[in-house]
């Protein structure tokens, strides 16, 4: 397997980068930086900081009249929802009106209205979507990496890349086959402090979430849209098996919003599905997904 090309790019107010190995160098690069084109695209979709966005399109007109999506759109909004509900409010886009009112957004799109995704109408058969009420705003900041770095492990597949690992700003990331020529797989140390669990991942996403990233005015970025306040000492892991297909896929994209909810609940909740891995920081210790007091250092640890 040849030496790895390792390309980057920002967007969603990170560095994402892209590490490919292949034998022709310049179908590694071609392949780099189309994945890297598609994730500065979703950023151009995704952005509620930028009033010309789909999404700040649908903030503002979505309440007017039903507003049509694309397979990809409607996928990640669909996943949104199946996540707010099966974590019972603890992930939910639609907090965008309450961090406009704590300062987290300077750009307000039409802010102010209610919290809850249940606001958010989508109609599988026309393949549409309306907000319920007037004032309700939308943000993907908790999936838009995840989702991006999914859209961009499939033009790396398309591209005929077997293996190669993107990431964004560390947080977020997906694995594609093996790190090296061995076999061996791709060594993730999931969090930043000394006793962050160590995984070997491939063909895996995985996504670390903790509220002590970015603070404005003493508030964190990550709320809890039910009320209450989150643990600025928590942090959240969580990883998964990528399945290839037909269908859209969105492993990165789960494991975003996964464990956004997960440091908003402080616990791995029930509706979480067991085909995810994940561990949790409470209290300085980390506990993985059965909740046990292990201190999940070192490589491979179960």
Known sequence: MAEALRLASFAMGTRFE?????????HARAAGEAALAEIERWHDLLSIFDRSSFLSFVNAHAYERAIGLDAEQFALLSLCREVWRASGGAFDPTIASEMVKLGLHDRPQSGGGPVGFDAIILDESARTIRLAHEGVSIDLGGVAKGFALDRAADVLRECGIEHAFIHGGTSSGVALGYAEEQGTPWRVVLGVDQDAPCRDLFDSAYSV?????????????????????????????????????????VAAALCDAWSTAMVVLGHRPSGMPMTMDSAVRAGGVWRDQRNTLDRLAGAGAA
């Open 209 to 249: 979430s903790s509220p002590s990233g970015r603070v404005v005015g003493g508030t964190h970025h990550i709320l809890d849209p039910r009320g209450g306040e989150v643990g600025l000492d928590r942090c959240a892991a969580v990883w998964c098996g990528m399945r290839f297909g037909p269908s859209i896929g």
């Open 18 to 26: 892209v590490v490919v190995r292949h034998g022709d160098i310049a």
